[in-house]
């Protein structure tokens, strides 16, 4: 299991709460511990329309990386007239390095599970799934013995927890494609289609599965929805940043230690990166990897950004995947760029043309310059580029897959020169 | 008419120079070839009925669309009569010589369209039963075909589309798209990837990251090999 990183005590955890226990599957233990309580609550004295205004209240925002409010997802939803809707818990987690949402799964399933069942309720769904990744063959059989267990004492069903109304959860395990994090490309997946993002509107909340309206939310954001029924929306509010409050996982990744931890957003980079512990003497920061393989490189004096969606986009980074790495001092970044744009362009679905060669095109303008073979139009060539590729994205990859280089080249640009000095360019033969 | 004479000549000749002396970006295509992306879907092939007879009916409406002529095509009238073709007449008849496949310039047949042979199609059969025939539950059901088979038979994709009622074409998209699902049976490779859990993509970007910790650019350099 993924080690949990100690925070300090002044930090609330929403949802690592019980991430301590012995055995996260054991429900009696997770019900004496607080699980469910939120659903009882939710079924018995709150009913739909309140649970939305309550999670509306709370400013709740999708942890996936996009940071869309919560309960704006339910209320479209609700506002379709539909015979069938769906909730998906979307625990994929695309990027093979970030641990936060397998953490999130392996160290307490019942918190997903009651998150998932209380949206299911608020929205009308009576089929819910939890996607995740099919390699992590352990947290697949925890999940599904979890919902077992859940099923067997009444929580979920045919008649969950009294309420009259059918909540089923099941869980999907899906694999093969790095795309699969994207919410469109997960449902076509859990359609078993080719997964490729669809055009945005109708947005998923609209027509989503199966052609039927689909709140999909990131694992953590359904995490914190049982929190929020139990404390109130008040007491979520409070913690973090004011735009979008509560806390996230951020999985960090120092030469001195890496590990899964729970940050109120808005704190600022330097203190999570703090967590990982002293770095070794003599080892300096060069960069920070903020965002998984689409994620901006942020230099070592951005260290007091603070750690939220608006803060990070602006600063040339985002979200992502909770994934943050300290870069040392002695990596040669522009390499480290061209292995993340590589990684995007093979990873892109093709579906539209500026992604699958725009960013094929960026890529090998990135080998060019490893290679100290750059032309002296690339940087004006890569911007450009890089703008039509944004500008026409259907999908946040394609939306994101141009940062690493973006972000290298505003905040790392001596290095871009440095390795064309390095190796003189060499004239190519003419019948190249 | 500019007021010095031979301006525009020397501004023109000016421009063909420099352009003599930039790099070339064209390539000596069959010697030497550019990475083509793991997902494109380059594989035409021609479509069986249930029966066994090949769908194309020879309309040439393919071939009569292709912007490019890349499509040519001959075959009998309905009536066995006469031999048709679309295409120019030398294309046609050196095809007709060689296979296509061969001109392509493939060493040996590519082995996807081998598995046109027959297999036990009972292990499919369970399979789509388990799962009441449904199309939405296609990647379980292909999942579970691999692993029954270890690999996706072109036979067997046949049957899915035949019993399922999902077009090949979608089956064959949706086949092609996930890393996981392949088309041969596995080779050595492919088992270490099974054991390492990592596609390479996903292998090669770990490696970047691990290196980057250490502080030691070399290995990234060793990961993208």
Same mark, same amino acid.
Not at chain 1, 8 to 35: C, E, F, N, Y
Not at chain 1, 193 to 208: A, I, L, N, V, Y
Not at chain 1, 296 to 303: F, N, T
């Given at each position: 299991?993924?080690?949990?990183?100690?925070?300090?005590?002044?930090?609330?955890?929403?949802?690592?709460?019980?991430?301590?226990?012995?055995?996260?599957?054991?429900?009696?233990?997770?019900?004496?511990?607080?699980?469910?309580?939120?659903?009882?609550?939710?079924?018995?004295?709150?009913?739909?329309?309140?649970?939305?205004?309550?999670?509306?209240?709370?400013?709740?925002?999708?942890?996936?990386?996009?940071?869309?409010?919560?309960?704006?997802?339910?209320?479209?939803?609700?506002?379709?007239?539909?015979?069938?809707?769906?909730?998906?818990?979307?625990?994929?987690?695309?990027?093979?390095?970030?641990?936060?949402?397998?953490?999130?799964?392996?160290?307490?399933?019942?918190?997903?599970?009651?998150?998932?069942?209380?949206?299911?309720?608020?929205?009308?769904?009576?089929?819910?799934?939890?996607?995740?990744?099919?390699?992590?063959?352990?947290?697949?059989?925890?999940?599904?013995?979890?919902?077992?267990?859940?099923?067997?004492?009444?929580?979920?069903?045919?008649?969950?927890?009294?309420?009259?109304?059918?909540?089923?959860?099941?869980?999907?395990?899906?694999?093969?494609?790095?795309?699969?994090?994207?919410?469109?490309?997960?449902?076509?997946?859990?359609?078993?289609?080719?997964?490729?993002?669809?055009?945005?509107?109708?947005?998923?909340?609209?027509?989503?599965?199966?052609?039927?309206?689909?709140?999909?939310?990131?694992?953590?954001?359904?995490?914190?929805?049982?929190?929020?029924?139990?404390?109130?929306?008040?007491?979520?509010?409070?913690?973090?940043?004011?735009?979008?409050? #509560?806390?996230?996982?951020?999985?960090?990744?120092?030469?001195?230690?890496?590990?899964?931890?729970?940050?109120?957003?808005?704190? %600022?980079?330097?203190?999570?990166?703090?967590?990982?512990?002293?770095?070794?003497?003599?080892?300096?920061?060069?960069?920070?990897?903020?965002?998984?393989?689409?994620?901006?490189?942020?230099?070592?004096?951005?260290?007091?950004?603070?750690?939220?969606?608006?803060?990070?986009?602006?600063?040339?980074?985002?979200?992502?995947?909770?994934?943050?790495?300290?870069?040392?001092?002695?990596?040669?970044?522009?390499?480290?760029?061209?292995?993340?744009?590589?990684?995007?362009?093979?990873?892109?679905?093709?579906?539209?043309?500026?992604?699958?060669?725009?960013?094929?095109?960026?890529?090998?303008?990135?080998?060019?310059?490893?290679?100290?073979?750059?032309?002296?139009?690339?940087?004006?060539?890569?911007?450009?580029?890089?703008?039509?590729?944004?500008?026409?994205?259907?999908?946040?990859?394609?939306?994101?897959?141009?940062?690493?280089?973006?972000?290298?080249?505003?905040?790392?640009?001596?290095?871009?020169?440095?390795?064309?000095?390095?190796?003189?360019?060499?004239?190519?033969?003419?019948?190249? | 008419?500019?007021?010095?004479?031979?301006?525009?000549?020397?501004?023109?000749?000016?421009?063909?120079?420099?352009?003599?002396?930039?790099?070339?970006?064209?390539?000596?295509?069959?010697?030497?070839?550019?990475?083509?992306?793991?997902?494109?879907?380059?594989?035409?092939?021609?479509?069986?009925?249930?029966?066994?007879?090949?769908?194309?009916?020879?309309?040439?409406?393919?071939?009569?669309?292709?912007?490019?002529?890349?499509?040519?095509?001959?075959?009998?009238?309905?009536?066995?009569?006469?031999?048709?073709?679309?295409?120019?007449?030398?294309?046609?008849?050196?095809?007709?010589?060689?296979?296509?496949?061969?001109?392509? #310039?493939?060493?040996?047949?590519?082995?996807?369209?081998?598995?046109?042979? %027959?297999?036990?199609?009972?292990?499919?059969?369970?399979?789509?039963?388990?799962?009441?025939?449904?199309?939405?539950?296609?990647?379980?059901?292909?999942?579970?075909?691999?692993?029954?088979?270890?690999?996706?038979?072109?036979?067997?994709?046949?049957?899915?589309?035949?019993?399922?009622?999902?077009?090949?074409?979608?089956?064959?998209?949706?086949?092609?798209?996930?890393?996981?699902?392949?088309?041969?049976?596995?080779?050595?490779?492919?088992?270490?990837?099974?054991?390492?859990?990592?596609?390479?993509?996903?292998?090669?970007?770990?490696?970047?990251?691990?290196?980057?910790?250490?502080?030691?650019?070399?290995?990234?350099?060793?990961?993208?090999?």
């Amino acid at each position: 299991m993924t080690k949990i990183l100690k925070t300090p005590a002044s930090w609330p955890t929403i949802l690592l709460g019980r991430a301590g226990a012995a055995d996260p599957t054991d429900l009696d233990a997770a019900v004496a511990a607080g699980a469910f309580d939120g659903l009882r609550r939710t079924i018995r004295d709150l009913g739909g329309a309140a649970t939305v205004a309550m999670i509306a209240a709370s400013k709740l925002r999708g942890r996936g990386g996009g940071g869309f409010p919560a309960a704006e997802k339910w209320q479209a939803a609700l506002a379709v007239d539909a015979p069938r809707r769906y909730v998906v818990a979307n625990g994929y987690g695309a990027d093979p390095a970030s641990r936060t949402d397998r953490t999130l799964l392996e160290r307490d399933p019942y918190a997903v599970i009651e998150g998932t069942a209380i949206a299911a309720y608020a929205v009308g769904a009576t089929e819910s799934f939890i996607a995740v990744r099919a390699e992590d063959t352990a947290i697949v059989g925890r999940l599904a013995e979890a919902i077992g267990a859940a099923t067997d004492a009444g929580f979920l069903g045919p008649d969950a927890h009294g309420s009259g109304q059918e909540i089923s959860v099941a869980v999907r395990p899906v694999q093969g494609a790095y795309m699969l994090g994207e919410e469109t490309v997960l449902l076509k997946a859990l359609e078993g289609k080719r997964g490729q993002p669809e055009q945005r509107p109708p947005h998923p909340t609209e027509r989503g599965l199966f052609d039927m309206p689909t709140v999909v939310h990131n694992v953590q954001t359904l995490a914190a929805v049982p929190w929020i029924i139990r404390e109130g929306p008040d007491a979520f509010t409070a913690i973090g940043s004011s735009r979008a409050p #509560g806390t996230i996982l951020v999985s960090l990744r120092t030469p001195a230690g890496d590990g899964v931890a729970e940050v109120p957003t808005g704190t %600022p980079l330097r203190d999570i990166v703090k967590l990982g512990g002293k770095l070794p003497a003599g080892r300096a920061i060069k960069a920070i990897l903020v965002g998984g393989p689409s994620g901006g490189m942020l230099p070592p004096d951005l260290l007091d950004t603070a750690y939220d969606f608006a803060s990070l986009r602006e600063a040339g980074a985002h979200v992502g995947s909770g994934s943050v790495v300290v870069v040392g001092d002695g990596t040669d970044i522009v390499e480290l760029i061209g292995v993340l744009t590589r990684f995007c362009s093979t990873e892109a679905c093709g579906k539209t043309i500026p992604c699958r060669i725009g960013t094929r095109r960026l890529a090998e303008l990135v080998g060019r310059r490893e290679a100290g073979r750059s032309r002296p139009t690339d940087a004006g060539d890569a911007a450009d580029l890089s703008a039509d590729i944004v500008a026409s994205a259907l999908c946040d990859h394609e939306r994101l897959a141009t940062l690493p280089l973006m972000s290298g080249m505003r905040y790392f640009g001596s290095e871009f020169d440095d390795s064309r000095r390095r190796q003189p360019a060499r004239t190519e033969a003419t019948h190249g | 008419m500019s007021l010095i004479p031979g301006l525009g000549l020397a501004k023109g000749m000016a421009l063909t120079l420099r352009r003599f002396f930039e790099p070339k970006v064209t390539i000596m295509y069959p010697e030497e070839r550019l990475d083509v992306t793991p997902k494109f879907r380059g594989r035409l092939q021609l479509l069986y009925d249930e029966w066994g007879t090949l769908k194309c009916e020879t309309c040439f409406q393919c071939a009569q669309a292709c912007p490019i002529e890349c499509i040519d095509m001959g075959g009998m009238d309905t009536r066995g009569r006469y031999h048709v073709h679309w295409g120019a007449p030398e294309t046609y008849g050196e095809r007709r010589e060689e296979s296509a496949l061969r001109r392509s #310039g493939r060493p040996v047949p590519d082995p996807a369209y081998r598995p046109f042979g %027959p297999i036990d199609l009972g292990a499919l059969d369970r399979i789509l039963e388990e799962h009441d025939h449904d199309p939405a539950d296609l990647l379980p059901i292909l999942e579970e075909t691999q692993e029954a088979y270890g690999y996706l038979p072109v036979a067997a994709l046949k049957r899915i589309s035949h019993v399922t009622g999902a077009g090949y074409a979608m089956i064959y998209g949706t086949a092609s798209y996930y890393g996981h699902l392949r088309f041969e049976p596995a080779t050595a490779e492919d088992q270490a990837r099974a054991v390492a859990d990592h596609r390479p993509p996903e292998a090669r970007y770990l490696a970047a990251l691990g290196s980057a910790l250490d502080g030691d650019g070399r290995s990234a350099k060793a990961a993208r090999a």
